[in-house]
């Protein structure tokens, strides 16, 4: 079972693939297991690193203060264990801000990076961003966590047929530590890039759902700020990994390979008939659990 001992509270990990690095970061009360149908589409071309996040998954919680920067320290140790001079980042909401803060703080370490449903601050300015983030927060204090993410899992995932994402999104959620995801959400509260994002020197790409609680226009803000290519997803929410597998692998895969991105900047959610196989099996979903039997 990988672990890196991270200043006294060990980081989990998985590699898959082999070639050019990638790091793939999961956002809020996720783990790395998450990242099951993007992994699918790139572990043949490149060496893919999985990370559970501090205080996430089989992750040990900091010792200290919970923090972005923290977050960006340890993901950079990792690295520099597995020898990985330059890498590609793809990071998903938290995963976005965390990538960000790595590239910011090794920007000539960083060639490609992916941002999905991420912004560079979730502070006060940014209203219906901080609005949500402290109303999730008050629901899990309410209600608890496994209850919070029945609700959280169906304004995620409201359609019919994605009635498989809810509940995985409700084991995930539901399975995760009250206390380190209030304490994550927190840091994330505090945290901003805003006045450092001239520091990026990696290519960037924004991928945005159209029904995210984060606007389409702060997205656009950011993506010009990074002089990033832009792929918003008709239909999809916050969920976009995950709803949208086809549009979001197509656009990283692009990225990643410095193909040409779609021709048009909307691309479409899936539908029931193109939702990929949910039983995860011999993925990465599977070794993470696995991995815990094992430890």
């Known amino acids: 079972m990988p672990y890196l001992a991270n200043d006294g509270s060990p980081l989990h990990y998985l590699l898959r693939g082999r070639g050019e690095a990638v790091l793939m970061i999961h956002g809020l009360g996720s783990?790395?297991?998450?990242?099951?149908?993007?992994?699918?589409?790139?572990?043949?071309?490149?060496?893919?690193?999985?990370?559970?996040?501090?205080?996430?998954?089989?992750?040990?919680?900091?010792?200290?203060?919970?923090?972005?920067?923290?977050?960006?320290?340890?993901?950079?140790?990792?690295?520099?264990?597995?020898?990985?001079?330059?890498?590609?980042?793809?990071?998903?909401?938290?995963?976005?801000?965390?990538?960000?803060?790595?590239?910011?703080?090794?920007?000539?370490?960083?060639?490609?990076?992916?941002?999905?449903?991420?912004?560079?601050?979730?502070?006060?300015?940014?209203?219906?961003?901080?609005?949500?983030?402290?109303?999730?927060?008050?629901?899990?204090?309410?209600?608890?966590?496994r209850r919070s993410a029945w609700l959280l899992a169906a304004r995620m995932f409201p359609e019919p047929w994605q009635r498989a994402l809810r509940r995985r999104a409700v084991a995930v959620i539901g399975a995760g530590c009250t206390q380190s995801i209030l304490r994550m959400g927190q840091a994330l509260l505090r945290w901003t890039a805003l006045d450092r994002l001239d520091r990026i020197r990696a290519r960037a790409l924004v991928i945005g759902g159209e029904h995210d609680y984060l606007s389409m226009a702060e997205k656009r803000a950011l993506a010009a700020?990074?002089?990033?290519?832009?792929?918003?997803?008709?239909?999809?929410?916050?969920?976009?990994?995950?709803?949208?597998?086809?549009?979001?692998?197509?656009?990283?895969?692009?990225?990643?390979?410095?193909?040409?991105?779609?021709?048009?900047?909307?691309?479409?959610?899936d539908q029931p008939i193109q939702l990929p196989e949910l039983t995860l099996a011999g993925s990465i979903a599977e070794e993470h659990a696995m991995s815990l039997k094992s430890a």
């Open 31 to 145: 783990t790395g297991a998450d990242w099951s149908f993007q992994v699918a589409a790139l572990e043949r071309r490149f060496r893919l690193i999985i990370p559970d996040l501090p205080g996430s998954g089989h992750s040990v919680p900091p010792r200290g203060e919970y923090s972005i920067l923290g977050c960006a320290q340890s993901l950079w140790h990792l690295l520099d264990h597995l020898k990985v001079r330059r890498t590609n980042i793809i990071g998903y909401s938290l995963g976005g801000a965390v990538g960000l803060e790595m590239a910011l703080h090794r920007p000539k370490q960083v060639r490609r990076l992916a941002l999905i449903n991420s912004l560079a601050a979730y502070r006060v300015d940014h209203w219906r961003s901080w609005l949500e983030l402290r109303g999730s927060a008050g629901l899990v204090r309410v209600l608890g966590m």
């Open 225 to 269: 700020k990074l002089r990033a290519a832009v792929v918003f997803v008709r239909g999809s929410r916050h969920g976009t990994p995950f709803d949208s597998v086809q549009a979001t692998n197509a656009s990283l895969l692009a990225l990643l390979c410095d193909q040409p991105l779609p021709p048009c900047d909307w691309l479409d959610c």
